[in-house]
């Protein structure tokens, strides 16, 4: 659906909260248009944490997020939602498209200066975005893969060709005057999507050892990955083919590309309706034993509603080890227990408050280490 405009109230209110909060905090919500293409109806406002909006939060005013992952929520929004967010410190202009990937709706950024509106972006989900954000990915995989200067230089030089694209992908929209209207919460009730969430105890010993070759081959610690089937006894199979990552991590694009065609697909579209319901993602922790931590929890379990595999091998191949996090009500619990003191930061009083706090961080993410559980590798040579 096309904007025309956003209601004046909807942008003074976010900018009004961005200011009260100050810090460099961004505040949002999401925001409805109706027949006129004027977004005039918004969710209740959410500030901003220590990494941002928290996307949970933001969801729970449109449906219940208990016990749902983060592309669950996604896929109860309504047709003719927006998301609203404000960029302390910058205008409207809109350079990234991975919001838009990601919720697969329009996203709108209102700038905030000098405690004021300074413009407000709009940017719409197209195919073609879609695709940007599939060479960003591979840009940064190739700077990895780079083995002279020369080659550095290139890749470096496409990446700044790339950028350069990025600046025109936004337009401005302007407020209009339009009567306030109440906040309105938990507009989809009535819509339900949820994804199995099949239980995890044993993969291939097969296509675990592809993976270690592979993870082996590049070298450099770099991570690689694959979409495997869990069957109704908990044993995975290979689906797809095996793609490359970074140290410490694989894009989510171009670990779904490894068994469908991503092509002008955004992320929700992807794993919503395209990877297979009973999909887990296997990747390698070179060095590691298997062991994995709040950052896989979030790139499985959290965002995608799948469990996520680690084999951990170390230099010479030797596997050493494979655990599951699977998609159990845990991992969406500690999610939201994060984003909680994610904004929890922010009302500390004191050096001994702000301690509690960051310490209760480091207690969620090892509560995340602990959600992991050993599995089986059958069929091992």
């Known amino acids: 659906m096309r904007v025309n405009g956003i209601a004046r109230y909807i942008a003074d209110m976010l900018v009004q909260k961005t200011v009260e909060l100050s810090q460099g905090r961004n505040a949002g919500c999401f925001g409805f248009i109706n027949e006129q293409g004027i977004v005039d109806k918004m969710t209740p406002i959410v500030p901003g944490g220590l990494n941002g909006l928290p996307v949970r939060k933001l969801l729970d005013n449109v449906t219940a997020m208990e016990g749902k992952s983060l592309i669950e929520g996604l896929e109860m929004l309504p047709p003719n939602a927006v998301l609203v967010t404000t960029r302390p410190g910058k205008t409207g202009l809109i350079t990234d498209v991975s919001g838009v990937d990601f919720f697969d709706i329009p996203i709108i950024a209102i700038g905030v200066k000098n405690q004021e509106m300074a413009g407000i972006g ?179 379990p959290g965002s995608w509603g799948r469990p996520i595999v680690a084999i951990g091998h170390d230099s010479e191949g030797v596997i050493r080890g494979a655990t599951v996090i699977q998609a159990v009500r845990e991992v969406y619990d500690l999610a939201d227990e994060d984003e909680d003191l994610g904004l929890k930061f922010f009302e500390a009083a004191t050096p001994e408050e702000e301690s509690e706090i960051r310490n209760r961080k480091f207690g969620v993410a090892q509560e995340y280490t602990n959600l992991c559980i050993p599995i089986e590798i059958r069929g091992q040579l």
């Open 122 to 300: 709009i940017i719409y989900p197209q195919g073609e975005y879609f695709d940007l954000a599939t060479q960003s990915e591979e840009v940064d995989l190739k700077i990895l893969a780079a083995r002279t200067v020369d080659e550095e230089k290139e890749v470096l030089r496409d990446s700044t060709e790339l950028s350069l694209k990025y600046l025109q992908l936004s337009s401005g929209l302007e407020t209009i005057d339009w009567p306030e209207a109440e906040p309105v919460c938990r507009v989809s009730e009535e819509k339900q999507f949820s994804l199995p969430k099949p239980g995890v105890n044993s993969i291939s010993g097969e296509f675990a050892e592809q993976l270690v070759a592979k993870s082996i081959e590049v070298g450099q610690g770099r991570e690689v990955a694959a979409i495997g089937i869990v069957d109704e006894k908990g044993y995975i199979t290979q689906k797809g083919g095996i793609v490359v990552g970074g140290i410490g991590y694989v894009p989510s694009r171009m670990l779904a590309s490894s068994c469908i065609d991503i092509s002008g697909k955004s992320l929700r579209k992807i794993y919503a309706g395209m990877i297979p319901p009973n999909g887990v993602i296997v990747h390698t922790h070179p060095g590691g034993t298997g062991v994995m931590h709040i950052g896989d929890a979030n790139a499985g």
